[in-house]
C-alpha cells in the first residue's frame, strides 16, 4: 500500500527489449501509467525521464488533468522506443498513480499485463518479500532507483545467504536480474539497504515471470519501505476453478517471530488459522500448504486447521505475532487449472497507515474487444462499524466518449476488518459497459478504510495473462 504525500511520484518505466535469451518470456516490455487527481481542482502533470546511467533526458511529457480525473497515458511525446529506465512524475495537485506493463513475445504480441503503484518517497532500505530463480518455471528480476543527486551504494541481502553490493549512479536505476545469479534456495527475500551515503533513498520494483513452463504469467509489486506487525492480504484464492494463492510473509524485523495467520471468507469456505515460525530476514509461504498442496512437500513445521484442496475465497489477517517484529508480504494467485496462463501478485496492506479515502485509478467495464473489467475490495480497518451507504466512491471516466460521474456506496454494514466487494462486470450496474476511469472511495464517517483491486481482460484470449492486480492507494483526506 502506497500512501500519497508529496506532488511528486518516482515510477519504473519499462519500454525496452532486454536482450533475453532465447528461452526467456517475454521478449520484451512496453508500460502505461496511469494518473488520478485527488483533488477538486484541474492541475497540471509533468514527466522527466531518466536513463539507466542517470541521465535526465531532453524528451519531456506534460498535460493538464481535470478536478478527480483519471488519464491513461501509453505514449510519452518525443520518448524513443526501447528506452528503459525511471519517471519522476510531477505536479501541482496530488496525485494517485500505477503502471501497468504489456509483456511482448518475440513478434511483438501481447502475452502478459502486470501492474504496480508508483511511489512518493524512497528510503535507505527497501523489503522484497519474493524473488525466484529457475523455481519450476519462475524467475524475477527487480530495478533499484537512486532518487538522490549522488551515486549510493547499495548492499543486497538475500534470505538464502547470498548477498551483492552495488553502486547506482544519481537518478539511475539498476536492473538485478536474479536468474544470472548464484541462489541456495529457489525463492527467497531481500533486503536493499543504501550503505552509503547515510540516509541515501532508493525505490525498488520486482517483476516475476514465467519462462512458459507454468504458463505465460507476469507478476510485478512495488518495493517495502515499512511494515506492519498486522498485515492484511486482500485476496486469498484457493481451489477456485484452477485459481490457488500463495502469501509469502517476510519478517523484516531483528528477532524470530510465531505468526499467525487468520483466513475469513467472504464468498466460499470456512474461518480458519495458519501458524509458522519466521527467522528475522527470512519469509515463509502462508496459504499455499493450507489449502493448495501437501504439506510433506514442505520441510517446516506449519500448524493449521484449514481444509486442504476445498474452495476458498476471502482475506487473511495476521492475528498473532509473538514478538511483534514488522511484517510484509506478497500475495501471488495463480492459475493452474483450466487457465494456465493467469497470474498476478499483491502487496499486503498495512492498517497503520490507512486512511478515511482509498483511491482505484484503474476502474473498467467490459472495454474493447478483451472486455477488460474490474472490481475492488475496501476493507474497514477501524475498531467501529461502518454503516450502510457511509463509504463513497466517486467514480469518474468516460464510456463510448461520454462523460460518467457517478457515486457508488457500501450496499451493506462493515463489520471491523470486513470487505466490500463491488465487480464491475458486463452490464453489472450502476457503471454502463465501456467505461473506463478512476474510482476515489471515502468512508464518510472518517473510518480508515484500505482497499485493492484487480482487472482481468475477460475475452483477451486463453494463451495471455490478462490479470492485474494493485493496491489501492491511501490519501489524506
Same mark, same amino acid.
Given at each position: 500500500m502506497k500512501k500519497v504525500l508529496f506532488f511528486s511520484v518516482l515510477i519504473l518505466l519499462v519500454f525496452s527489449?532486454?536482450?533475453?535469451?532465447?528461452?526467456?518470456?517475454?521478449?520484451?516490455?512496453?508500460?502505461?501509467?496511469?494518473v488520478t487527481n485527488v483533488t477538486n481542482g484541474e492541475g497540471n502533470i509533468f514527466f522527466d525521464f531518466f536513463d539507466s546511467n542517470g541521465e535526465k533526458l531532453d524528451s519531456k511529457y506534460s498535460d493538464t488533468i481535470g478536478a478527480f480525473e483519471t488519464k491513461t497515458i501509453t505514449t510519452f511525446g518525443a520518448l524513443s522506443k526501447g528506452f528503459s529506465g525511471s519517471s519522476r512524475i510531477s505536479s501541482d495537485v496530488p496525485l494517485a498513480t500505477m503502471s501497468t506493463i504489456q509483456g511482448k513475445n518475440s513478434s511483438s504480441t501481447t502475452i502478459n499485463?502486470?501492474?504496480?503503484?508508483?511511489?512518493?518517497?524512497?528510503?535507505?532500505?527497501?523489503?522484497?518479500?519474493?524473488?525466484?530463480?529457475?523455481?519450476?518455471?519462475?524467475?524475477?528480476?527487480?530495478?533499484i532507483q537512486n532518487i538522490e543527486n549522488e551515486a549510493v551504494t547499495v548492499?543486497?541481502?538475500? !534470505?538464502?545467504? +547470498? %548477498?551483492?553490493?552495488?553502486?547506482?549512479?544519481p537518478q539511475a536505476s539498476m536492473k538485478i536480474d536474479n536468474r544470472l545469479e548464484t541462489h541456495n534456495a529457489l525463492h527467497f527475500s531481500a533486503t536493499l539497504t543504501v550503505t552509503e551515503p547515510v540516509g541515501g533513498r532508493i525505490t525498488a520494483a520486482v517483476v516475476e515471470y514465467s519462462t512458459?513452463?507454468?504458463?505465460?504469467?507476469?507478476y510485478a509489486y512495488g518495493g517495502f519501505i515499512e511494515g506492519s506487525t498486522k498485515p492484511i492480504f486482500p485476496m486469498i484464492n484457493e481451489?477456485?476453478?484452477?485459481?490457488?494463492?500463495s502469501a509469502n510473509i517476510q519478517n523484516i524485523g531483528v528477532a524470530e517471530t510465531v505468526v499467525t495467520v487468520e483466513f475469513t471468507p467472504t464468498e466460499a469456505g470456512k474461518r480458519c488459522t495458519e501458524t509458522q515460525t519466521i527467522p528475522p530476514g527470512e519469509k515463509?509461504?502462508?496459504?499455499?500448504?493450507?489449502?493448495?498442496?501437501?504439506?510433506?512437500?514442505?520441510?517446516? !513445521?506449519?500448524? +493449521? %486447521?484449514?481444509?486442504?484442496?476445498?474452495?476458498?475465497?476471502?482475506?487473511?489477517?495476521?492475528?498473532?505475532?509473538?514478538s511483534n517484529q514488522p511484517l510484509v508480504g506478497i500475495v501471488n494467485q495463480i492459475n493452474n487449472g483450466r487457465d494456465p496462463h493467469k497470474g498476478q501478485a499483491l502487496m499486503s496492506l498495512n492498517p497503520d497507515t490507512a486512511t478515511p479515502v482509498v483511491v482505484f485509478p484503474n476502474v473498467q467495464q467490459w472495454v474493447g474487444s478483451a472486455r477488460w473489467w474490474s472490481s475492488w475490495n475496501v476493507i474497514n480497518v477501524s475498531s467501529q462499524l461502518i454503516n450502510e451507504n457511509r463509504i463513497e466512491c466517486r467514480v469518474i471516466g468516460t464510456a463510448d466518449s461520454s462523460g460518467i460521474d457517478i457515486v457508488i456506496t457500501n450496499p451493506y454494514p462493515l463489520e471491523p476488518g470486513q470487505g466490500w466487494l463491488k465487480?464491475?462486470?458486463?452490464?453489472?450496474?450502476?457503471?454502463?459497459?465501456?467505461?473506463?476511469?478512476?474510482?476515489?472511495?471515502? !468512508?464518510?464517517?472518517?473510518?480508515?478504510?484500505?482497499?485493492?483491486?484487480?482487472?482481468?481482460g475477460a475475452q483477451a484470449g486463453y494463451s495471455v495473462d490478462s490479470a492485474i492486480a494493485y493496491e489501492g492507494i491511501n490519501v489524506s483526506p
Open positions: 527489449t532486454f536482450q533475453p535469451v532465447s528461452a526467456q518470456i517475454p521478449a520484451s516490455y512496453q508500460s502505461t501509467v496511469i499485463y502486470a501492474g504496480y503503484i508508483g511511489t512518493t518517497i524512497g528510503s535507505d532500505k527497501v523489503y522484497l518479500p519474493l524473488l525466484m530463480k529457475d523455481n519450476y518455471g519462475y524467475n524475477s528480476y527487480f530495478f548492499e543486497i541481502t538475500y !534470505s538464502d545467504g +547470498t %548477498n551483492r553490493t552495488e553502486t547506482i549512479l512458459g513452463q507454468q504458463g505465460n504469467q507476469l481451489n477456485n476453478y484452477g485459481y490457488w494463492t515463509r509461504d502462508f496459504a499455499t500448504y493450507a489449502f493448495a498442496w501437501p504439506a510433506s512437500m514442505y520441510d517446516q !513445521s506449519i500448524s +493449521t %486447521n484449514c481444509s486442504r484442496y476445498s474452495r476458498f475465497i476471502g482475506t487473511a489477517v495476521v492475528i498473532e505475532n509473538s465487480q464491475n462486470y458486463d452490464n453489472y450496474p450502476p457503471l454502463p459497459n465501456g467505461f473506463i476511469g478512476g474510482a476515489i472511495c471515502r !468512508s464518510l464517517d472518517g473510518h480508515n478504510i484500505v482497499g485493492s483491486s484487480n482487472v482481468l
